[in-house]
Structure formats: structure tokens, C-alpha cells
């Protein structure tokens, strides 16, 4: 037997890394409401697939029938698009000085390898 629609969700979830709250901020419901359809409390409609699919790049019909691939197109980034956002409000100062810090980082971890 396949997974459940509310399966489905959360292994999405799971994968793209993101927590209940990240993941229904993304598509614009409550954490509480999104914690009910993964539970499989509350049904989901198909405004809320469509929005995963637009948000997350997945494919409606394996949201719904579990048919086809996962991807629509190459999973999101989306720890990646959320420093982008958060990058481009900062002044220019502060991102210099974040790119500073990025790739002292980078020479550390090259380092422990």
C-alpha cells in the first residue's frame, strides 16, 4: 500500500529539511493547521497542493496520486534562497562583512577535512 497524501507532505518536508512551522510559513497556512493534515486530522485541498507544488517545486500529481516523480523540477535550495533573502536586505557593509565571515568559515572546514 502507498503512502498517504499526509505522508507524502512530510516526506517532503523531511527531505528539503524544514521544520512544520518553515514549511507552513512557505505555503501561508498555520503551523497548527499543517500539523493536522500531516497527522492526517484534516484533509488537504487543492489550494494547499498547488501551493507546494509553486512553493517547493513538487509535482501535483505525485502529491495526489503518487504518480510520476517527486520533482517537478531540481528540489529547491531552500536554505540557500533563504540566506539569499536574507543577504539582499542587508546594507552593503553588513553583506561584506557576511562574505568575510562565509569564507573564513569555508577555509576552516577545508582545514578539518
Do not use: C
Not at 500539523?35 to 505525485?62: F, H, P, S
Request: glycine share 4%; hydrophobic share 35%; proline share 2%.
Amino acid at each position: 500500500m502507498g503512502l498517504s497524501i499526509s505522508s507524502r507532505l512530510k516526506s517532503i518536508r523531511k527531505f528539503l529539511k524544514l521544520s512544520q512551522k518553515e514549511f507552513s510559513k512557505g505555503i501561508y497556512i498555520s503551523q497548527s493547521y499543517y500539523n493536522e493534515i500531516e497527522q492526517g486530522r484534516r484533509k488537504i485541498n487543492d489550494r494547499i497542493i498547488e501551493l507546494v507544488a509553486t512553493e517547493y517545486g513538487v509535482n501535483k500529481d505525485w502529491i495526489k496520486n503518487a504518480k510520476g516523480d517527486m520533482w517537478s523540477k531540481a528540489p529547491p535550495n531552500v536554505r540557500l534562497e533563504q540566506m539569499i533573502a536574507i543577504f539582499n536586505e542587508l546594507d552593503e557593509s553588513f553583506q561584506n562583512y557576511v562574505l568575510l565571515q562565509t569564507r573564513e568559515l569555508l577555509k576552516m572546514q577545508n582545514q578539518r577535512s
